[in-house]
């Protein structure tokens, strides 16, 4: 390792629905998430509730990844929305839909539930957040939910959460919870192409 390059080896992978290996036929096909039979290993019992939220919670399976990285106890992730939502992390609208992750929060929340440091960026190049990992720092970062297809042309940018784990001189690693095999886990993109996707903020976690 140099100065200018850093991995975190080992950081686990979790996509927000119940089955890494579902992902695709849940977003390419519109399968029934409870399908997969998995569904209910983050936590939850009500089929409802499961397949309005895990479409939502990139966020929380990206914390999710970095305290279990981390060692540090938590709930499971149904669980760990409940307590989101009485922090104000998510909003609900009168619309039936939901604002949310907020940052700001969401930083209050995460550290004192789990005693990390959590800054938020609101403005910040995709290199700059990149150059603060380091032994005891990854990052949260948002992105276009197309970042799946990074060979593809992109109609947007941001609007989805994705953990940073490593970085070198000309791009980033990382896991994207909605992510669909081979850019699922551990996947490596260069800044010229991550940019394409990066909305301009995110989040460190430090540990």
Known sequence: MTESAL?????????????PEWVRDIVERQCDPCDDPHWQRSGFADPQRYRFWARRLCGLTCLESALDYWRIDHAPRAA???????????????DGGVDGLIYQ????WAGAAFGIEVDVLPQASLEEIAARLN???LAIVSVS???R????????QGGHLILLHGRDRDG??????SGIAPHQADVYLPFATM????????MTLMR
């Not at 929060?105 to 209050?108: M, N, S, Y």
């Not at 297809?149 to 947007?156: K, L, V």
């Not at 980033?172 to 919870?177: E, K």
């Open 149 to 156: 297809y990074p060979e593809r042309p992109n109609q947007r």
């Open 195 to 202: 940019t394409r996707f990066y909305a301009g903020r995110g």
């Open 105 to 108: 929060p969401f930083a209050r």
């Open 7 to 19: 991995r975190h080896a080992g950081v686990p992978y979790y996509t927000q629905w119940g089955s």
């Open 135 to 137: 032994a005891e720092t």
């Open 80 to 94: 760990l929305l409940d307590e989101a939502l009485r922090h104000g992390v998510y909003r609900m609208r009168e």
């Open 145 to 147: 939910p197309e970042i």
């Open 172 to 177: 980033v690693w990382f896991h994207n919870p």
